[in-house]
């Protein structure tokens, strides 16, 4: 995306990035298709801004200073307020644009004085438009925003659904393993806002495999990594056989993420000792089908929330926001499977309603947008271990007392 800001070395800065020093390159730009100025955030400004930040979320995203100058591009300072300008300015998108847009706003101080400085809110290009400011959609028409057309309108709509499918296309990537039938569970993590023409270079690819490795060893977990045609592959290396691991991590260049845990299965003593409990038996069927598949739920929630948190570790030290993201799970081979556990809450359970599987095929959990102001505080650990429940029939919320109590017991062992 454009950033109004380089390096040294000519690259772009994010927002994270900018320095006091920097406006000083605002000097040689002019306003523009991503970038405006205003000289202070006045009631007048104030009232105007949804429908800038609007127009900048239906077309490429862009740049809002305010603190500078537009005429000759001086710096006029902003006071420092008790009040947060990302929470002011946050507050009237939400309260004047559907959906929300996603924004980063940062005040920018000066060293010098240090309760004064510049806000800069850096809009970022919409993945579900038309964003509707006050009952308008507008867009960018050079150095000003401006109502949709009737064209515009359909190209907007035309770009939400084209990203619903693009998320539904990610969903379907698969990890290699060996054996056939690997029951799985998945979790899918993809990157709002970017795009193709966003390709990273060689050295953001090395720098984003430094840091999943780094992940890696402060879970302390080796791993392997394999190149995909579009992909790294971070593996966690098994003695047997080299092509399969006990886990993967799928990291694409946008910094989307897809995470592939095999469920741990009970057999030998365990499996026996599991069946009685359970009160099952086990034959082999008519037409030939298997033995029933018990899955141990406290060795496979281990693997599944310390796989997880890896992916905590890396969205930390990448300084990513989760909110950039959507998530869902999916299960493979996962049908039929039943759960086991030494929990004695999980235990009466069996005994009052008989144990828990996974009673359904092969699924995609509902596509979760993290930027729609209901996941504020998201961890890819909680989530995973929680849903991973859900897979196996415990509804997450429910009005019934006992399940929620079984959720928190399974959770804690």
Not at 59 to 65: Q, T
Not at 190 to 219: I, V, W, Y
Request: aromatic share 8%; proline share 6%.
């Amino acid at each position: 995306m454009f950033s109004p800001f380089k390096d040294a070395h000519g690259r772009p800065k994010t927002l994270a990035e900018v320095t006091y020093a920097d406006l000083d390159q605002l000097r040689e730009l002019e306003e523009g298709y991503a970038l405006e100025f205003k000289r202070s955030l006045s009631p007048t400004v104030l009232k105007k801004l949804p429908k800038i930040i609007a127009s900048f979320a239906n077309s490429a995203g862009g740049w809002l200073v305010i603190g500078i100058a537009d005429d000759d591009k001086s710096t006029c300072p902003l006071p420092r307020l008790s009040a947060d300008y990302s929470q002011i300015i946050g507050e009237s998108c939400r309260r004047h644009i559907t959906p929300a847009p996603r924004i980063d706003v940062r005040f920018v101080t000066d060293p010098a004085a240090p309760d004064e400085g510049v806000v800069i809110v850096q809009v970022l290009e919409g993945d579900f438009p038309p964003y509707v400011a006050d009952g308008v959609v507008d867009v960018r028409e050079g150095s000003t925003s401006g109502p949709a057309a009737s064209s515009a309108l359909v190209e907007l709509y035309g770009k939400a659904t084209r990203r619903r499918l693009e998320v539904r296309e990610f969903c379907r990537r698969t990890v290699f393993y060996t054996a056939e039938d690997m029951p799985l569970f998945n979790l899918y993590v993809f990157r709002m806002g970017s795009r193709a023409a966003d390709a990273p270079s060689r050295d953001e690819l090395n720098e984003h495999a430094a840091c999943m490795r780094t992940a890696f060893k402060r879970q302390g977990l080796a791993c392997r990594v394999h190149h995909a045609h579009d992909s790294l592959i971070f593996s966690v290396p098994t003695r047997d056989d080299p092509r399969t691991p006990h886990s993967a991590i799928e990291l694409f260049g946008d910094e989307s993420i897809k995470l592939s845990v095999p469920a741990v299965l009970v057999g030998g003593d365990e499996y026996e000792h599991a069946l009685a409990r359970l009160n099952l038996t086990c034959h082999e069927r008519a037409g030939g089908q298997a033995p029933l598949r018990i899955m141990s739920a406290s060795d496979t929630l281990a693997r599944v929330t310390r796989m997880a948190s890896i992916l905590d570790r890396y969205v930390r030290a990448r300084g990513l926001a989760w909110r950039q993201f959507a998530v869902a799970y999916e299960l493979e081979n996962l049908a039929g499977v039943v759960l086991w556990s030494e929990e004695p809450l999980y235990l009466e359970y069996v005994d009052e309603r008989g144990p828990l599987y996974c009673a359904t095929t092969d699924c995609l959990s509902r596509v979760r947008y993290l930027d729609d102001g209901a996941h504020n505080s998201f961890r890819a650990r909680q989530f995973a271990g929680s849903h991973f429940f859900e897979a196996c029939g415990l509804p997450l919320g429910s009005p019934d007392a006992r399940d929620n109590q079984l959720v928190d017991a399974l959770l804690r062992s």
